[in-house]
């Protein structure tokens, strides 16, 4: 997913590059979604591994 939000943000700096403002704006837009939901995935996947370490294995 991070991968992902890379290449549309390389996408828009190279339409930004080349004045295309619009597809700048979009691809910028995409990136920004997707780097909200990989730190959102990341820190909900490290608190259930925090919350899952601490418990007893269950026998």
């Known amino acids: 997913m991070l991968g ?3 290449f549309f943000f390389l996408i828009a ?6 004045g295309f403002g619009g597809i700048a704006a979009a691809a910028a837009g995409i ?3 997707l780097f909200v939901v990989f730190i959102a995935l990341f820190l909900l996947t490290l608190l259930v591994h925090l ?6 294995p269950v026998p």
Do not use: E, H, T
């Not at 700096?13 to 080349?18: M, S």
């Not at 919350?51 to 007893?56: L, M």
């Open 31 to 33: 990136a920004k979604i």
């Open 4 to 6: 992902w939000a890379i």
């Open 51 to 56: 919350v899952r370490s601490r418990s007893p």
């Open 13 to 18: 700096l190279v339409a930004a590059l080349f």
